[in-house]
């Protein structure tokens, strides 16, 4: 099956601080790739919708400016968290799908903790 | 808008039958998927439903009534890996994205 992975796995930063998460295709190329966001114990809360080489569309309430993605490529997508406080503390997964096809491909997901 | 509604915790016996149940209004539905997802581990895919009727994938299977806004997810033969949320979710015609219900936590206990 098609396979999606995520970059880091986990990552540690402090408040105020900036990281970046990848997410790359990797047998196929994604014409759309998703952004999610899940706290403990909740489902999985979708932020942002990417098509390669156009502007990402933002669900209501998730501020771009403070999200920056970037769909650069049919292969890699990548989410920034800017200016990080500790309450972006949560578990990152991206997904993607392909042209023709109707199942999302799940990356393994990013833990971001915010100290 | 969307509203979808799954049970939010189940316990069931090893090599039991259980079955989880998702309920939905949607405008402009298109079909739905189920996903388990294990604790700290992204969803891994089960099934995509888009007609009515039953599907059956091995001890999964997977059934939608679109005129009653109605699925469910049949599990058969428990076993304890299958310890994990389960995750009813709907595509809308003409939108790629999907939308997740709140989950189905499962607990099989021997």
């Known amino acids: 099956g098609a396979v999606v992975s995520q970059h880091p796995s986990w990552v540690i930063c402090k408040s105020g601080t900036s990281v970046k998460i990848e997410c790359r295709s990797l047998?196929?190329?994604?014409?759309?790739m998703f952004w999610y966001r899940q706290f403990p114990k909740q489902s999985l809360m979708l932020m942002a919708t990417?098509?390669?080489?156009?502007?990402?569309?933002?669900e209501q309430g998730v501020e771009k400016d403070k999200f920056l993605i970037n769909h650069a490529s049919l292969t890699l997508s990548t989410l920034t968290v800017t200016s990080a406080h500790p309450e972006d503390s949560s578990f990152y997964i991206c997904?993607?799908?392909?042209?023709?096809?109707?199942?999302?491909?799940f990356g393994p997901g990013t833990r971001l903790t915010v100290l | 808008g969307q509203n979808i509604d799954q049970p939010t915790e189940m316990t069931a016996t090893e090599g039991a039958i259980v079955q989880i149940n998702c309920t939905y209004q949607?405008?402009?539905?298109?079909?739905l998927f189920w996903y388990q997802q294990h604790a700290g581990e992204a969803p891994t895919f089960l099934s995509y439903?888009?007609?009515?009727g039953l599907e059956e994938k091995g001890r999964f299977s997977s059934f939608l009534s679109r005129s009653k806004g109605y699925s469910y997810l049949l599990l058969k033969e428990l076993q304890m890996k299958d310890s994990a949320s389960y995750l009813c979710?709907?595509?809308?015609?003409?939108?790629?994205?999907?939308?997740f219900g709140t989950g189905t936590k499962l607990q099989v206990i021997p």
């Open positions: 439903n888009v007609l009515d």
């Open positions: 990417s098509n390669e080489g156009s502007k990402a569309t933002y």
């Open positions: 949607t405008s402009g539905f298109n079909g």
């Open positions: 047998d196929f190329q994604a014409t759309t």
């Open positions: 997904s993607a799908d392909w042209a023709g096809g109707y199942e999302q491909f």
């Open positions: 979710a709907v595509t809308r015609r003409g939108y790629q994205k999907v939308t």
